[in-house]
């Protein structure tokens, strides 16, 4: 307190008692100045220019329609709008050659695999290809980085972890020994090392998050490129799997989530076993390390032997999961349709089934882990610290140990004549360092414990993702139809079947044996169809419901193979800047985007940039389908809404037209895709078509549209599978219509005697019964 009683002038007489105070004046005299307004403002100007300029709403709007731009390497670069700004992410498209050299690493499932998922050589094989095909690609990677940063952190944590135990028994040694000096230095050291502690687990959290969604988009785009396929792959059309949409979002993301999760989980406990073993053995002895190895194996066999299938429990959950989730997406997409049959209460009745079923299933897991959860708590705490006490208590108690702790053991020597109290503080470090670090080892065996349970969890999810990838990548190609020998549609010798519902069996290796398979499950629809179709021969197909005159669309477009031993299919391939084939199915398709991409569909708006046409060129096409008034009703063209439900389905039946007329394709194919309109539009549309040198595939019932056609193609529902193929307007056309006239006037010459009939069967119901 001497300092406080001496007088303040006397303090400034001191040059190194000034220095300080001038110091300090200094930068308060800097601080209020102007000096630091250039600074200042050369930083705002700095900050300024690398901060990309907030975006109007009309700006905002054109990077809504634009969403990518094209590289010139072949990448395309996405506009995200962000916080009214725009993100730009370079997306990579997966190569094909990719896929190709994948498809020996994904081979299909037997069917007892896929049931009971379990941790084995099949799960280490699945697990394998997902990584070092998918996941981590190449060793220089984002995601190997974001590993070894994680690594790193976790090694340093479990140095950090021994260095606090360690700083724990030596605070402990000198508050026993009353050493102020030395706990005051201990106490500075904890806050030092609390530092690093702190953010190293902060980081952990963060790498962890980082490689979980590192994963989950590497997965994720890889999923869509294989998907996502063109023709004539198309397997989102062809791969058969239920509830895809839980497979690639929720599975994705949960098995992202838990092997990065699991990755944490595994490698620190296993470190601190490690170290904290290699620290405990120096204390304990020969004899308290093997009694610590026979803790382990104890508690490992305890453990493993109270352990439920937790990997099949997690792959039924995910498909039930699946389930309830299509049903909601069903309702949902069938609204309007389930509203006209006021079907609310037995959709609801649906998925009330499908929740309970996933509600029962959940909690027979919360029931099967009460019993696991019960053992593993008493096993690792209540176990553990038992023996952690015991362990603890073998340097006492034997004399090896005792003489490195100072105690006196018959044997003079120089630790023998050492103060009583200093033994007593090496005791207190030792048992409080011990302790610590066998707390640590008890909570590092817990997370590897639970870890086993994530572990099996992850191998269900494994199973699902596997399942997954194997069947996009094993289904059997479709024969390319596609030539350009001449500009004509040729059809010889096809027969139009359906094909299996699951065409990714195992023995689906060869074209071959898919289509014998087919024939024999399904026979066909349509047998021996042969035709050859120029342009400007407009053909209209006819018959009755379930003829296959759907399928015959689903071969030219080249969905279906067509089956046959001599069975040839040939079109024209797509010119630049116009396709071959266009097919306008019966139910409209409205794609997710703005009133312009409807028209557009399925063209990017740089696409169509790039033909050159403007937004005057796509209101006359709104003109010629009778949807001039769309723009100005919907709020423009770059107008987002859901346009499943607001267009009506006429607008969405004339929409698909609009984009006939908007590609201008050499053959357009119209399955029954004017059914909404009126008959006077259709015809008008018809003409248009026909004026733009399209010819016409049309698939209807409506005789009015016969004359729009030159050929018309007959499918009888009679099981004969045959068909005939007539001109429109020739003599044996005439001829069919004058045979449909006689039999007409055969059928009304007849009128007058049912009309007879009728007043006959009239009177004998007018006669009143006898009353009783």
């Excluded at 007959?714 to 006239?741: C, F, K, N, Y």
Aim: with cysteine.
């Amino acid at each position: 307190m001497a300092i406080f009683s001496k007088p303040l002038l006397d303090k400034l007489k001191h040059p190194r008692s000034r220095t300080p105070l001038i110091v300090l004046l200094a930068a308060i005299l800097l601080l209020r100045s102007r000096l630091l307004s250039l600074p200042k403002e050369a930083v705002r100007k700095l900050t300024t220019a690398s901060r990309p300029t907030r975006l109007s709403t009309g700006e905002l709007a054109d990077v809504l329609q634009q969403v990518y731009e094209q590289e010139e390497d072949g990448s395309k670069t996405l506009l995200v709008p962000y916080r009214d700004r725009v993100s730009k992410v370079n997306i990579q498209p997966t190569p094909s050659s990719k896929f190709a050299s994948d498809v020996p690493f994904f081979p299909l499932l037997p069917t007892a695999s896929k049931a009971k998922p379990n941790i084995d050589a099949a799960f280490l094989r699945q697990l394998r290809a997902i990584l070092f095909r998918i996941a981590f690609p190449s060793f220089r990677s984002k995601e190997t980085l974001i590993v070894v940063a994680h690594s790193f952190f976790l090694v340093l944590r479990t140095v950090l972890s021994v260095a606090v135990a360690r700083l724990d028994g030596r605070i402990a040694r000198d508050l026993v020994s009353a050493d102020g000096k030395g706990f005051l230095k201990g106490l500075g050291l904890w806050f030092l090392l609390a530092i690093p502690s702190t953010y190293t687990n902060s980081l952990l959290r963060h790498f962890q998050s980082k490689l979980s969604l590192s994963l989950r988009t590497r997965l994720t785009r890889y999923t869509h490129d294989l998907y996502l396929s063109s023709a004539p792959d198309l397997r989102y059309y062809r791969s058969g799997l239920e509830g895809v949409d839980q497979y690639i979002t929720s599975d994705v993301e949960a098995w992202s989530e838990s092997l990065s999760g699991l990755y944490g989980n595994l490698l620190k406990p296993s470190l601190d076993l490690i170290l904290f073993t290699s620290q405990l053995s120096r204390s304990l002895g020969v004899r308290g390390t093997v009694l610590l190895f026979a803790n382990y194996y104890a508690t490992v066999s305890i453990l493993r032997a109270v352990t439920p299938a937790f990997g099949r429990l997690a792959a039924v959950e995910a498909k039930l999961e699946g389930e309830y989730r299509a049903g909601m997406g069903r309702v949902g997409r069938e609204a309007e349709e389930i509203a006209f049959y006021d079907g609310g209460f037995r959709e609801r009745d649906i998925l009330t089934r499908a929740y309970l079923r996933l509600i029962k299933h959940i909690n027979s897991i919360y029931k099967i882990r009460i019993a696991y959860e019960w053992t593993e708590d008493y096993v690792i705490k209540y176990l553990w610290s038992a023996a952690g006490y015991g362990l603890i208590a073998v340097p006492l108690l034997y004399t090896r140990t005792k003489r490195s702790l100072g105690i006196q053991t018959g044997t003079p020597d120089k630790t023998a004549s050492e103060k009583p109290e200093n033994a007593i503080a090496g005791r207190t470090e030792t048992y409080i360092s011990n302790r610590r670090l066998l707390l640590s080892l008890a909570d590092a065996g817990g997370r590897l414990m639970y870890a086993y349970k994530d572990l099996l969890e992850l191998a269900g999810l494994t199973t699902r993702l596997y399942t997954l990838l194997s069947t996009l990548h094993n289904l059997p190609s479709l024969p390319s139809h596609i030539t350009d020998a001449n500009s004509d549609i040729v059809l010889s010798h096809v027969d139009v079947g359906i094909p299996s519902a699951n065409p990714t069996t195992a023995d689906t290796d060869s074209k071959d044996v898919l289509e014998l398979d087919d024939l024999r499950k399904n026979p066909p629809l349509v047998k021996d169809l042969s035709l050859i179709l120029k342009e400007g021969d407009h053909l209209m197909i006819t018959g009755s419901n379930g003829v296959g005159k759907t399928s015959v669309a689903r071969v030219l477009a080249g969905l279906w193979a067509p089956h046959g031993e001599y069975a040839d299919v040939q079109r024209p391939r797509d010119a630049p800047g116009r396709k071959a084939v266009f097919v306008v199915p019966q139910r409209a398709y409205m794609v997710t985007g703005s009133l312009l991409d409807q028209i557009i569909y399925p063209h990017s708006y740089q696409e169509y940039l790039a033909t050159g046409k403007t937004e005057k060129d796509l209101m006359e096409i709104l003109e010629k389908v009778f949807l001039a008034y769309l723009p100005e009703r919907e709020g423009g063209w770059t107008t987002r809404k859901e346009w499943r439900d607001v267009l009506s389905g006429g607008e969405k039946q004339r929409m698909g037209m609009a984009r006939v007329f908007y590609h201008r394709p050499r053959y357009a194919v119209l399955d029954e895709c004017t059914s909404a309109v009126s008959s006077d539009v259709e015809g008008r549309m018809y003409e248009y078509a026909k004026a733009l040198g399209i010819t016409l595939i049309t698939i209807s019932l409506r005789p009015s549209l016969l004359k729009y056609h030159t050929h018309l193609l007959t499918l009888p529902g009679d099981g004969s599978a045959r068909w005939t193929l007539s001109q429109v307007g020739t003599a044996e056309e005439r001829m069919g219509i004058h045979r449909e006239i006689d039999t007409l006037e055969k059928k009304l010459a007849d009128v007058k005697k049912w009309e007879e009939r009728v007043k006959e069967l009239d009177r004998l119901l007018s006669v009143s019964e006898p009353v009783e």
